[in-house]
């Protein structure tokens, strides 16, 4: 007989809009048997392959069928440390349940029929939060503390080579230049979708491993590249792409209009939905345009949404996208949860001016219509304005989530370091080292896929290539 597909369970849209509370609130134990049940222990799983770590989802899926969550757990924990954060956020439609034997061949993304493999992960990370004390974490610590490395930034990519490292004993000091940790977990993707508790979990077992946290300090700014290579005996750079992307084009300089980051940061980071009780202020609009089809622009997009409703505000929020929904690429469960909770989406878009009214704020945006072309490189097909189709949008707040890039604080200081001509720093692949010696990189700053799984398997990489360079057998 065939098994029905186990939905989690969400908040209402009600409850949703007007607050940051979790919206998914995944499996409950019988819900998660009821999931895993449906797994049919493929001969040939072709999940794993599409998990870009590695997993042996098979094998984990299988444990929690048989409530040896322990075990599943650490088959997890083998190649993600992370999995109550990446059950909650890894784009697994385009990865493992794309891969996954009940999803057609030649799919685009899964199928709402895959096994839905990051909901079991989050309860087997969920689980292990909640009941395990994590000695198995530690590995033989010998003499391994005499020896420093050194992480820049605090993301996923350097949280996962603090963790690996600091399993051996190595003394690992993590420098990030806000004054919060996590990276894009912490100031870009809203609570909503990841909440904090579970990212500061994370971090609190680093520290229980003696990881140091220095925040607020800027390497190539605050302290130099130079005395980190004197102090320690590798350093790995995690900086990121935290620099936006601008449309360039006329009039963006307008009052309100933000970058996604700057937006994002401001709510997320410095709690401006809660001014003036926090200090950091934040301009809400009747009618915001949020630019973009990536996770990003959802993310922005329903921000906004929550900001206007916070502030009683009877707006609307349309989301602009120069293809169609089947190529955008954010997740298709973040599309959905946006479109739910009203945001409106026009497709085959594209801006090519913003218009500023007597005081230089944004009262518009030109655009052009599109049509479909070929794909381009990224396999999805291209979009071509349509000459002569300029409609007007009116907009009092504008959003521009269409890319970030590398922020160049560090590597302008460090001029022996390769960078490429996007400002990624270039490393070899397999071992994540870069032009210096015992320098390693990894995450967004070396280009990519650009998600947070990725970044935790170079991460992952790097910490091996370390540990191989300080003769430490793994
Ligand atoms: P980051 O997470 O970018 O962290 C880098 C850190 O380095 C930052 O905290 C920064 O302040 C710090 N830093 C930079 N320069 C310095 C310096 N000179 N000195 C000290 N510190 C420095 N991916 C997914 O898989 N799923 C999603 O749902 C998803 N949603 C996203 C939503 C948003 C809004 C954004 C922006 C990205 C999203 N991504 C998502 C992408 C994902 O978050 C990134 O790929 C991932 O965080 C990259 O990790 P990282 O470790 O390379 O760097
Ligand atoms: Fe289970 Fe799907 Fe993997 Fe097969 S491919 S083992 S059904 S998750």
């Known amino acids: 007989m065939k098994k029905t597909i186990v939905k989690s369970k969400e908040l209402t849209i009600e409850n949703r809009i007007k607050s940051f509370d979790e919206v998914v609130f995944g499996y409950t134990e019988e819900e998660m048997l009821e999931e895993a049940s449906r797994c049919i222990q493929c001969k040939n799983p072709t999940c794993i392959c599409g998990c870009p770590v590695g997993i042996d989802i098979k094998k984990f899926i299988y444990q929690l069928t048989q409530k040896d969550y322990k075990s599943a757990y650490e088959t997890i924990f083998q190649k993600n440390r992370f999995p109550s954060i990446c059950g909650r956020v890894c784009p697994a439609e385009y990865q493992c349940r794309k891969s996954c034997v009940f999803t057609p061949k030649k799919s685009l993304y899964a199928s709402e029929n895959a096994i839905n493999i990051p909901l079991l992960e989050r309860f087997a990370g969920d689980y292990a939060k909640d009941n395990l004390t994590f000695e198995h974490n530690k590995k033989k610590t010998t ?60 971090i609190n077992l680093l520290k229980k491993y003696s990881v140091e946290f220095y925040t607020g300090v800027i390497v190539g700014k605050s302290i130099f590249f130079k005395e980190l290579q004197q102090n320690y005996d590798a350093i790995f750079i995690g900086t990121g792409a935290g620099a936006p992307v601008w449309l360039n084009i006329e009039a963006e300089s307008c009052v309100n209009i933000y970058s ?20 950091t202020p934040i301009n809400v609009g009747n009618h915001i345009v949020v630019i973009g089809g990536g996770n990003t622009a959802m993310d922005a997009a329903r921000v906004a949404l929550r900001m206007q409703k916070i502030n009683n505000i009877d707006g609307k929020v349309t989301v602009l996208y120069r293809r169609t929904e089947d190529e955008m690429p954010a997740r298709k469960i973040e599309i959905e949860h946006a ?26 945006i030109v655009c052009l219509k599109c049509e479909l072309g070929e794909p381009d490189e990224s396999a999805r097909r291209r979009s071509i304005p349509i000459k002569g189709s300029e409609f007007l949008i009116e907009t009092d707040l504008v959003i521009v989530a269409i890319g970030l890039k590398a922020n160049k604080t560090l590597q302008d200081t460090v001029k022996e370091l390769k960078i490429n001509k996007w400002g990624d720093i270039e490393v070899n692949s397999e071992t994540m080292e870069t032009s210096i010696p015992k320098v390693y990189a990894g995450g967004d700053i070396v280009g990519g896929e650009g998600t947070i799984i990725e970044a935790m398997g170079m991460g992952k990489k790097a910490a091996k290539s370390i540990l191989h360079k300080l003769n430490i057998k793994f």
């Open 143 to 202: 003499d391994f503390n005499k020896y420093r490395v050194a992480c820049i930034g605090s993301g996923p990519a350097s949280l996962t080579v603090a963790g690996e490292l600091s399993r051996y004993g190595i003394k690992v000091d993590v420098f990030e230049a806000l004054h919060s940790l996590g990276g894009v977990l912490c100031y870009g993707i809203p609570t909503f979708r990841l909440p904090r508790e579970i990212l500061y979990y994370e």
């Open 260 to 279: 996604a980051n700057e937006y994002l940061t401001r709510v997320n980071l410095m709690h401006s939905y809660r001014f003036p009780q926090y200090h």
């Open 339 to 364: 479109k739910e909770e009203g945001i409106e989406f026009k497709f085959l878009v594209q801006p090519v001016k913003f218009v500023g009214d007597e005081n230089k704020k944004v009262k518009g």
